[in-house]
Structure formats: C-alpha cells, structure tokens
C-alpha cells in the first residue's frame, strides 16, 4: 500500500516507520510512506502555515493555500483518484471493519490537522472521507493517523506470519480475542489453564471460543448484539 501523508511533523511518523510491525512493512516495501509537509509550500519568507479565524476567536486554522498545494503534490504522485482522509474529531468513528475495507486499496492520503482544524471550504472540495479516532480531542492529527496506519497495515497481506495473523485478534469475527499465557506454567499462586497443556487441539480450540464468547459477553454486550451466532457458538453460550 502506498501511503501519502500530509503533516507539518512528518518526524513524528518515526514511530510507524522505524519500530515493530510497521517498521517492518515499510523494510519488506509492502507499506511505502511518502510526506508532504504543507511547510514547504508555504509562499511567504515565514513559511505560514496557520492564519487567524473568521469571526475572531481563540486559536489559530491551517493556512488554505499551503495545505492545498500539498494535497496537489500527493496528488500528483499517488493519483487523482487516490482517497483523501482528513483524521477529524468530528469524523466516523473508526473500527476495525473500517480498516479492512481501508486495508484492501491500493494507496491514500491522509491529512493531519494541527491547530482549530482545516478550513470547511477544503473539507467540502478535497477530503474523500473523516476519521476519528474516538469521542475526545487530541492536539493534532498525527498520532490518530498513525492509529490509522498502524491498524491497516498490520491487515495488508504478508505483514504478519501466519503466528501472529490478524484473523484471531479481537472484533475480527466480531468477538473479543481470548487469554493468552506464557511460561511460566505457574506464576505465584495462579496455573496456566490445563486445557492448554494438554495438546488437544480441538480441546484448545472449543476453550478458547468459549472464552472469547464470554468475555465479549461480559465486556462488550453490544458486540455479541450485533452478531450472528454460529450453532456451536450458541451452545458454548449456552453452557
Ligand atoms: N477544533 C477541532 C474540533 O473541536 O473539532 C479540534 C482540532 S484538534 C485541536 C487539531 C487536529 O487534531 C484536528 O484537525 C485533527 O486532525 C486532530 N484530531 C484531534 N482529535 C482527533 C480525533 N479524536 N480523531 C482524529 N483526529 C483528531
């Protein structure tokens, strides 16, 4: 996946780019990042990059010209008919099913605001899409864009192993993941359950349906209301 991302901190993205699961994807070229800082589009000897409200008011709006300019240059680079993602408080919700679907194009420019936000005029002309990442306010759109990269790429194929696949974690199949353990068998005063000692994979398999049903019942009753339970599903809620 091709990824173009328009930020005024685009070191931040350091974090995806150079650690773990993503770091790796980058390596391996299955996730390619490229940065667009509207900085470098700035016209005047300051580089301005925010610009005062109409109306007045406290805080300051990302500078129009800039902004668009750098939209243009990713643009140009990734294709016109490229997604572009503005990652907004006021945006949908993120989920995991929003990143599957996301996980499956080919490339996208996502855009964080720094700042009140970006002018309403650009949200209406340029931004395909508006993501949140949860119901509070973050001082800028780094960190919920590299929330939203992070969550795709460990879903484009061949970034995790068969070991660590996706298709286990938790909302995949629309239930929480079950416990995991590690040695030791024992920790203080609390075993690994035995069911996983014993090698019986069939064993293993209903016990931890079992306890992914169940935590997702206790935890996320809205989860278990949204879905269609299997017959054997059921029966392991049932019993
Ligand atoms: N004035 C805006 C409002 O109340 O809706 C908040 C602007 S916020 C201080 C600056 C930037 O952080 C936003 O433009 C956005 O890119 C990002 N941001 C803040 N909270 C976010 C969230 N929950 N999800 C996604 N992006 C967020």
Known sequence: MHLGVISLFPEMYRAVADYGVTGRAVSQGRLVLNFWNPRDFAQDKHRTVDD????GGPGMVMKVEPLQAAINAAKQQLGSDTKVI????????????SLVTMSQRQSMIVIAGRYEGI????IASQIDEEWSIGDYVLSGGELASMVLIDGVTRLLPGVLGD??????DSFMNGLLDHPHYTRPEQLDNQAVPSVLLGGDHEAIRKWRLKQ???????RRPDLLAMKTLSDEQTALLEE
Request: net charge negative; aromatic share 10%.
């Open 86 to 97: 503005y990652l907004s408080p006021q945006g949908q919700v993120l989920d995991q099913q």
């Open 52 to 55: 005062r409200p109409y109306g």
């Open 163 to 168: 070991e660590e696949s996706a298709q286990q």
């Open 119 to 122: 002018d309403e005029r650009l």
């Open 212 to 218: 992914s049903l169940g935590r997702t019942w206790l």
